[in-house]
């Protein structure tokens, strides 16, 4: 599913003193199997933008379509095909393990199933349940454990079951590894990257504050400011633009900055900025100066 955004704009408290405009004329297309970053600094507009994508927000002005659905249409048409929408868009906020509520991991799972699939048999409800389960590393035997019996990394791991169980082609995180430790980042970074590398969610979009962990995880960058994008592209093309984010309170990832400490002395590298080309960069420019 292709998703483009054409002049989005969006006003809270619209008709009052205290309106804010979240959206200018955003214009933003993510392509299909792409591992989308959004990044901004708080009010900068992008978790406003993320929830026009599944319809939390419907569109004030301006185009946007998510494959073939147009959801700047007539709001009741567009209505009609929330279902279809949310079933295809999943979307997994921050800190998602706040929202889990049932007695088994199970039940938790299969609220979102039945959610979009109410005529579901008992043994359809399981196998999917089961496996969205295994696709993030749980298996069957916290199936019936309580979801507040889990560590925080399982717990988000279940929550994002909860999404995935109803087979979106697009799966977008707030966020995804706020709050848990360096080995539980790594660890849900490494299975969004499993989904995402077997097609099993073909796009998936996150926002994030760590210009590192976007950097590493991304094909493709947007920075939000006071409601515009004022960067896109390839992280490659987005960081080296040091002093223009450093500006926007943002910064750049570690290797962005080494590196242009580094030109600033004469030596001039040609990064990704990924962490593992920087050192072969690093070592290879190393090798050839001795």
Known sequence: MRIVAENLN???????????DALKDVSLTIEEGSF???IGHTGSG??????????????????????????SGKQKEVKKRYKELRAKVGMVFQYPEYQLFAETVFEDVAFGYRNFFPDAQPDEVKTAVFGALSLLGLGAEYLDKSPLDLSGGQKRRVAIAGVLVSNPEV??????VAGLDPAGKNELMALLHKLHDSKRVK???IVSHDMDEVCENCTDVA?????????????????????QMNDLRLGVPVTSFLTDELKKIGVDIDTDFTQKDFIEKIASHYKNNK
Do not use: C, M
């Open 46 to 71: 992008k978790s406003t933008f993320i929830q026009h994508l599944n319809g939390l927000i419907p569109v004030e002005n301006g185009r946007l379509t998510v494959g073939d659905i147009d959801l």
């Open 36 to 38: 989308f970053g959004i």
């Open 223 to 243: 920075v939000f400011s006071e409601g515009q994008i004022v960067f896109k592209g390839k992280p490659e093309e987005v960081f080296k633009n040091v002093e």
């Open 171 to 176: 799966l977008v995180l707030d966020e995804p």
């Open 203 to 205: 796009t998936i979009v």
């Open 10 to 20: 969006f006003t809270y408290n619209k008709k009052s003193k205290f309106a804010v």
